[in-house]
Each structure stands twice: as structure tokens, then as C-alpha cells.
């Protein structure tokens, strides 16, 4: 069965620093990622998605993803965070019929 | 308003209750879900439920029984629960569960703790 793993269990920065958060799996077929977040209080929410083209993709809120099929990673990445990006972001990988969930990573954001 | 709804809330019961969760979708989906989310755990899909039929039924304990009237409506119902059973339920519904680009919108969960 695949799995999905997100190294970083807590991150904290400040605004203005860049974000890089990991994500990998261990699905050697086709596969279709996703990110999702999860703000304070609120319903988890897709930021964005890889099913197939540019392995470079861009989401809400200045988010982006790069796919490396070849390191089985889609890390999440932002150039410069906001308070408001304080959060838990779920990396996500759809293989066949089965959907799978990374552990989470909580973001907390320093003003 | 992600068009997923989830009634209740909140739910405290004993390990002899019986008592169901509620959750609705107004999306026009077809495919709806259910998981758990526990603390410093991964998500874990427990049911899926396709054009009204079960897909998945990832080794769930029979404590807990789904059950989808329609393609709008789940519900997740619960007996003899146990105390590691404490967890955020989340819903989730899609447009198929076939075809990698359906994204899931979820709602916002019922937090269940069982005494």
C-alpha cells in the first residue's frame, strides 16, 4: 500500500520567510497529488493539485508545488509568508482508487 | 461555505450509546466520504461511498456503520464505541471518486469524544 510522508511535524518562521514544506510518497504508478490546509477553526480546504502537464503548479494565495516524479516529492513552497498562513497543510496522493493522507504539517507564523 | 455540511458538532457519548452523524452535501456530487482525523495522525478514509454504493471499507471495526440514502446525504453510525474511537470525523464528497483531478471539499467535522 502506498504511503505519505511529510517529514516537518511543526514549522515556525517568521513573515517574510520563504516556505518549504516536504511531501513523499511511495507509489512507484501514476499518481495525482494534492495539498490541502487547514486554517484554525475552519474545514480543510484544497490549495492545490497535480494530475498531469507542467510539474510546476501554482495554487491559492501565492502557493506553489513542484512534482519530481523521480523523488517521488511535491513539496509545497511560498517566497514570502503572512500571518495569516499560520495553519496544518496535508499533503495528499490519489493512486488508483486509493487516497492517501500525509500526518500533517502545523505552520505557525510569527508577526 | 464549502457545501459540505456536518451536524453535530460536537458529540460527547458513552460506550453503550447509539448515535449517528449527519452529513450533506449541496454540491451535486456523486462520490462522498468518510474519515478520521486524530492528533498527529494521518487522515484515515474509513468509507467511500460512489453513486450510493460502497467502494472502500478500509478495515473499519463494525462498531461503526455508514449508510448513504442518496448521493446528498451519509451518515456514520455509531455503537459501542471506545475510548480511542475520540477523534475528528471529517465528510468529504467529490464530483466521481474515479479521475485523478476530482478534488474533495470536505466539511467541517463533528468532534466525538467517548467517554
Known amino acids: 500500500a502506498q504511503s505519505v510522508s511529510q517529514h516537518n511535524h511543526h514549522v515556525i518562521l517568521s513573515e517574510a520567510a520563504s516556505l518549504e514544506l516536504g511531501c513523499n510518497y511511495s507509489?512507484?504508478?501514476?499518481?495525482?497529488l494534492f495539498w490541502y490546509v487547514q486554517y484554525p477553526g475552519q474545514h480543510l480546504q484544497l490549495l492545490l493539485k497535480?494530475?498531469?502537464?507542467?510539474?510546476l503548479v501554482k495554487g491559492i494565495k501565492g502557493f506553489e508545488a513542484e512534482f519530481i516524479k523521480s523523488k517521488f516529492s511535491f513539496n509545497l513552497r511560498k517566497p514570502s509568508v503572512q500571518w495569516s498562513d499560520t495553519a496544518e497543510y496535508f499533503c495528499?496522493?490519489?493512486?488508483?482508487?486509493?487516497?492517501?493522507f500525509g500526518a500533517g504539517t502545523r505552520l505557525t507564523v510569527k508577526p | 461555505e464549502t457545501g459540505v455540511t456536518q451536524t453535530p458538532r460536537h458529540l460527547v457519548m458513552g460506550m453503550t450509546n447509539k448515535k449517528s452523524l449527519k452529513c450533506e452535501q449541496h454540491?451535486?456530487?456523486?462520490?462522498m466520504y468518510w474519515y478520521k482525523q486524530s492528533a498527529k495522525k494521518p487522515l484515515e478514509l474509513m468509507f467511500v461511498?460512489?453513486?450510493?454504493?460502497?467502494?472502500e471499507n478500509n478495515s473499519v471495526p463494525s462498531r461503526f456503520s455508514p449508510e448513504c440514502p442518496n448521493s446528498s446525504h451519509l451518515f456514520l453510525h455509531l455503537h459501542t464505541l471506545q475510548p480511542e474511537d475520540s477523534a475528528l470525523y471529517l465528510c468529504?464528497?467529490?464530483?466521481?471518486?474515479?479521475?485523478?483531478?476530482?478534488?474533495?471539499?470536505f466539511g467541517p467535522g463533528t468532534r466525538l469524544t467517548v467517554l
Open positions: 507509489y512507484g504508478g501514476t499518481v495525482n
Open positions: 495528499a496522493v490519489k493512486a488508483l482508487e486509493d487516497m492517501r
Open positions: 454540491l451535486g456530487h456523486n462520490a
Open positions: 461511498y460512489n453513486f450510493k454504493e460502497q467502494t
Open positions: 468529504a464528497s467529490s464530483q466521481g471518486f474515479s479521475g485523478g483531478g476530482n478534488e474533495q471539499f
Open positions: 497535480y494530475f498531469s502537464g507542467d510539474p
